[in-house]
DNA sequence: ATGGTCGCGCAGCGA
């Protein structure tokens, strides 16, 4: 199986170079986020006509979630579906695709430590953790993956320094995250590369990208069952080049599920 | 030149 995440900050806006790109890479299952459109704005037949089935979770504006599947989808769950109130932001979707569940998530950015946005990134991850511990054993094939807005850690910027109180990278975001790895998931990027330097987000401003100045925080967590089974794991850096790219790479993974 | 970006949606905010 070909899984991949990509942040794509607006569909509409990026719908040529999602074609594009799933043209070219063909993945089984892509989990996007930032979609900023509405269910009956979804582009449903344009996925269709490649041979995709679709489903999406958005209000519009802001936020949004999506996952594409040539390998069928199943069981599918918008938001947390926990029993609890729904969150009011549509960040979460699930599925299952050829047998394995697979969440996609858009974390909230956090604004700055302290604020009331970073509150609630922190809830927000907590109560993920809650849910993903929910969803299935530990033992058996589970995915989540999307634009966590975390830095695992300091390879994971392009100048620790820079960030030094900053969201993205404060020790309780880096918690949250880790306590989702230590009940069982995998970042699976770092059972292939062990460098820094390996960004998956670079800001639009000020010439970024070309510098080298970005973060790796989109990430694939999956079960070690899974993640045993992961052949290779690449960032493609070249969506991020060219006329209108999102401001995030789509991150890929191939499993060896036979 | 002394900043430098996008997207949404039409001002200014969020990222």
Same mark, same amino acid.
């Given at each position: #199986?070909?899984?991949?995440?990509?942040?794509?900050?607006?569909?509409?806006?990026? $719908?040529?170079?999602?074609?594009?790109?799933? !043209?070219?890479?063909?993945?089984?299952?892509?989990?996007?986020?930032?979609?900023?459109?509405a269910?009956d704005?979804?582009p449903?037949?344009?996925f269709?006509?490649?041979?995709?089935? &679709?489903?999406?979770?958005?209000? &519009?504006?802001?936020?949004?979630? /999506?996952?594409?599947?040539?390998?069928?989808?199943?069981?599918?769950?918008? @938001?947390?579906?926990?029993g609890?109130?729904?969150?009011a932001?549509?960040?979460? $979707?699930?599925?299952?695709? /050829?047998?394995?569940r697979? @969440?996609?998530?858009?974390?909230?950015?956090?604004?700055?430590?302290? +604020?009331?946005?970073?509150?609630?990134? =922190?809830? *927000?991850?907590?109560?993920?953790?809650?849910?993903?511990?929910?969803?299935?054993?530990? !033992?058996e094939?589970?995915?989540?993956? &999307?634009?966590?807005?975390i830095?695992?850690?300091?390879?994971?910027?392009?100048?620790?320094?820079?960030?030094?109180?900053?969201? +993205?990278?404060?020790?309780?975001?880096?918690?949250? $995250?880790? !306590? #989702?790895?230590? *009940?069982?998931?995998?970042?699976?990027?770092r059972?292939?590369?062990?460098?820094g330097?390996?960004?998956?987000?670079?800001?639009? %401003?000020?010439?970024?990208? +070309?510098? &080298?100045?970005?973060?790796?925080?989109?990430?694939? $967590? #999956?079960?070690?069952? =899974? /993640?045993?089974?992961?052949?290779?794991?690449?960032?493609? %850096?070249? /969506?991020?080049?060219?006329?209108?790219? !999102?401001?995030?790479?789509?991150?890929?993974?191939?499993?060896?599920?036979?």
């Amino acid at each position: #199986m070909r899984l991949a995440t990509w942040n794509v900050n607006s569909l509409k806006a990026r $719908l040529p170079r999602v074609e594009e790109w799933l !043209s070219t890479f063909r993945p089984d299952v892509l989990c996007m986020q930032e979609t900023k459109c509405a269910d009956d704005a979804f582009p449903l037949m344009t996925f269709q006509a490649m041979g995709y089935d &679709g489903v999406h979770y958005g209000v &519009g504006r802001w936020n949004g979630v /999506a996952i594409l599947s040539r390998v069928g989808i199943e069981h599918v769950v918008a @938001g947390f579906g926990d029993g609890d109130t729904e969150d009011a932001e549509a960040r979460l $979707l699930w599925g299952t695709c /050829a047998g394995v569940r697979i @969440g996609t998530v858009y974390v909230p950015n956090g604004r700055e430590v302290g +604020h009331e946005q970073y509150q609630y990134k =922190l809830r *927000w991850l907590d109560r993920l953790r809650r849910k993903v511990a929910s969803e299935r054993p530990s !033992s058996e094939p589970l995915i989540v993956c &999307g634009d966590f807005n975390i830095a695992p850690d300091d390879r994971d910027v392009y100048d620790p320094a820079v960030y030094v109180g900053a969201t +993205h990278v404060s020790a309780p975001e880096r918690a949250a $995250l880790q !306590s #989702m790895l230590d *009940w069982g998931m995998v970042d699976v990027f770092r059972r292939f590369y062990d460098a820094g330097g390996l960004f998956s987000w670079w800001d639009y %401003r000020a010439g970024n990208f +070309h510098k &080298g100045k970005g973060m790796r925080i989109d990430l694939i $967590l #999956m079960t070690e069952t =899974l /993640a045993e089974r992961a052949t290779s794991v690449l960032i493609d %850096r070249n /969506a991020r080049k060219g006329k209108g790219p !999102s401001d995030h790479a789509p991150v890929v993974v191939d499993i060896d599920v036979t």
